[in-house]
C-alpha cells in the first residue's frame, strides 16, 4: 500500500478534461514539491509535471499540475487517445528519506 | 543528449549474486543523483535508492536497506545495483533515472534508462 493515494482508474472521452488526485501528509506532499510521470505499457516512465506544476520541454501544455497542502492533482485538458498510460505522482518524504510514488492511476480514453 | 543504457536482462537462481549497470552519458555525471527505481511485475513504480556520484551519498528506501548495494564509478560514468543473494521477491524490472535538480528532494526524474528485467527463479 502507498504512501501517496491515487485513484487507481480514471477515464474520459476526447477531448474531455480529466483530473487525477494524489494525497499525501505533512512529511512529503506538505512539506516537499511534487512529480507527475506517465507510463505506457512496456516502456519506461516519463517525466511530465515537476515542482508541483512545472511542465518539461516538450511536454505539451494540456498537462498541468497543482498542489495545496497535502495533496495535488494533474489535469489533462483535451485529452487524445495517445494519453491512456498509467500516472503516478511522486515526492520526497522526510521520515522515510526516500522519494515515493503513488499507486498509480490507469487513464482510459473511451 | 542525455542517455541512460543499462544491462541486458538476467535471469538467476535465488542466493546467487547480481550486478547490474546504468551507463551514464551526454552530460555531467558527477552533479545530479540517480535513482534506482523498481517495477514488480503488474506493480507500480518504487524508488529504492538514491546515490550522489560526486561523492557517493546514497540513501536507501527501509524497504530495501542492507539488502541491495547502490554504487557508482565515475571514471566510466556508470552506477550500478548490487544484490549478494537474491530472492525470488526480487523479480522485477529495474530502471535507473536521473533527478534533474543538484538536490536530492526536489526536481523530477527526467531521463530514464531504458530498464533491466530481473528474473530470480528456482
Known amino acids: 500500500q502507498s504512501v501517496l493515494t491515487q485513484p487507481p482508474s480514471a477515464s474520459g472521452t476526447p477531448g474531455q478534461r480529466v483530473t487525477i488526485s494524489c494525497s499525501g501528509s505533512?512529511?512529503?506532499?506538505?512539506?516537499?514539491?511534487v512529480n507527475w510521470y506517465h507510463q505506457l505499457p512496456g516502456a519506461a516512465p516519463k517525466l511530465l509535471i515537476y515542482?508541483?506544476?512545472q511542465r518539461p520541454s516538450g511536454v505539451p501544455d494540456r498537462f498541468s499540475g497543482s498542489k495545496s497542502g497535502t495533496s495535488a492533482s494533474l489535469a489533462i485538458s483535451g485529452l487524445q487517445s495517445e494519453d491512456e498510460a498509467d500516472y503516478y505522482c511522486?515526492?520526497?518524504?522526510?521520515?522515510?528519506?526516500?522519494?515515493?510514488f503513488g499507486g498509480g492511476t490507469k487513464l482510459t480514453v473511451l | 543528449e542525455v542517455q541512460l543504457v543499462q544491462s541486458g536482462a538476467e535471469v538467476k537462481k535465488p542466493g546467487e549474486s547480481l550486478k547490474i549497470s546504468c551507463k551514464v552519458s551526454?552530460?555531467?555525471?558527477?552533479?545530479?543523483?540517480i535513482a534506482w527505481v523498481r517495477q514488480m511485475p503488474g506493480k507500480g513504480l518504487d524508488c529504492i535508492g538514491i546515490?550522489?556520484?560526486?561523492?557517493?551519498?546514497?540513501k536507501y528506501s527501509p524497504s530495501v536497506q542492507g539488502q541491495v548495494i547502490i554504487s557508482v564509478d565515475t571514471s566510466i560514468t556508470t552506477a550500478y545495483l548490487q544484490w549478494s543473494s537474491l530472492r525470488a521477491s526480487d523479480t522485477a524490472m529495474y530502471y535507473c533515472?536521473?533527478?534533474?535538480?543538484?538536490?536530492?528532494?526536489?526536481?523530477?526524474?527526467?531521463?530514464w534508462g531504458q530498464g533491466t528485467l530481473v528474473s530470480v527463479s528456482s
Open positions: 505533512s512529511s512529503n506532499i506538505g512539506s516537499n514539491t
Open positions: 515542482v508541483n506544476d
Open positions: 533515472a536521473r533527478l534533474r535538480s543538484g538536490t536530492y528532494f526536489r526536481g523530477g526524474f527526467d531521463f
Open positions: 511522486a515526492a520526497w518524504d522526510d521520515s522515510l528519506n526516500v522519494w515515493l
Open positions: 546515490i550522489y556520484p560526486g561523492d557517493s551519498d546514497t
Open positions: 551526454g552530460d555531467s555525471f558527477t552533479t545530479y543523483w
